[in-house]
């Protein structure tokens, strides 16, 4: 008696059709290592008629040539997440692949500013400036000896991976990743100088070097380092960064931002303060504002001025210097 998954005559995989394409899905995406490659589908008798029948009814998402994502579990995947299923699907299958760049950062978990590229860049010594294939943005650069592997992908070393988005990027996406690696991913900034030397990038040199200069560890997500280079853009004077302050009742908290020669203290007021786990813990959101309200009494009780602002003001340079000359925040 045959077993074999022939195609019925609507095109879709009899054995398969008769349990639920979604068990095909499930099945296929569970043994390619969380993705669906158009080889093993058709090893099971799905033919590329069913495959583009349920990609048109939405079944399916085509993240890269001939590999494929569960369409409900691409819709509840943040964007990060998408990028990564991404590259993955690129690089899969590749031989001498190593991604780089941006694409990089992905997959070590840096944040990015305003989105992902559409391309997968890849590290190719022989690459022509910038050449590129479907998907793919080849750079020619320095072989890295420092590669590692991050969900079965090869990528460039983490220092080399942020001097590369330093010189090649803009200076707040060069400093929003070197601030977050800085402080997140256990590297310091002598790496960072001696990978600097050793890629010796023919354009970008300059710009790397400001980026490595001006990162610190002591920016606790995108929004400081945002408002961090905003405040160096604009001619602000450089505050000093997670300022603890105590009064008698003991520990009061720490300060985004603190100027001490006008004693005003700074907050970069994200919604998530109010929202995500990590800052709400058990309490509900309306405690949390009660909990900040009570936490800035005691600090202006010190005799210290209090200025917020939100992404849309930072994000602005010119709403986020009228904020700041409000708030008699100095020129250098």
């Not at 340079?317 to 925040?329: D, E, V, W």
Request: glycine share 8%.
């Amino acid at each position: 008696m045959s077993t074999g998954c022939r195609e019925g005559a609507d095109g879709s995989a009899g054995v398969w059709h008769r349990a639920g394409m979604d068990d095909v899905w499930e099945a296929v995406r569970a043994s390619g290592g969380g993705l669906i490659h158009r080889e093993n589908l058709l090893r099971l008798g799905v033919t590329d008629r069913r495959i583009e029948q349920n990609l048109a009814a939405g079944k399916l998402v085509r993240v890269a040539p001939g590999v494929y994502e569960i369409e409900s579990v691409w819709r509840a995947s943040s964007s990060d997440e998408q990028q990564r299923t991404r590259i993955r699907a690129v690089a899969s299958g590749r031989v001498d692949f190593t991604v780089c760049r941006m694409s990089a950062a992905a997959m070590y978990r840096i944040p990015s500013l305003g989105g992902w590229p559409a391309r997968v860049s890849c590290l190719d010594p022989s690459a022509q400036g910038g050449s590129s294939e479907p998907g793919i943005l080849l750079h020619r650069g320095p072989v890295d000896r420092t590669t590692r592997i991050i969900d079965d992908v090869v990528v460039t070393g983490l220092a080399r991976t942020l001097v590369d988005i330093a010189a090649h990027t803009s200076f707040l996406t060069g400093v929003i990743a070197t601030d977050h690696a800085l402080r997140y991913l256990g590297i310091a900034k002598r790496e960072l100088y001696e990978e600097l030397t050793r890629v010796n990038p023919r354009y970008g040199r300059r710009l790397a070097a400001r980026v490595i200069d001006f990162a610190v560890d002591r920016s606790w997500n995108v929004f400081e380092s945002l408002s961090r280079v905003r405040m160096y853009e604009l001619g602000f004077a450089s505050p000093e960064l997670q300022v603890d302050f105590a009064d008698r009742r003991g520990f009061i908290g720490s300060a985004d931002f603190y100027w001490p020669e006008v004693r005003t203290i700074g907050e970069s007021d994200g919604l998530a303060k109010y929202s995500r786990a990590e800052w709400v813990g058990d309490r509900v959101p309306a405690d949390v504002v009660v909990a900040e309200k009570i936490r800035e009494d005691r600090m202006r009780a010190l005799g210290n001025a209090f200025t917020r602002w939100t992404w849309d003001v930072a994000s602005s340079p010119a709403r986020f210097a009228a904020h700041l000359s409000t708030a008699r925040i100095p020129r250098r």
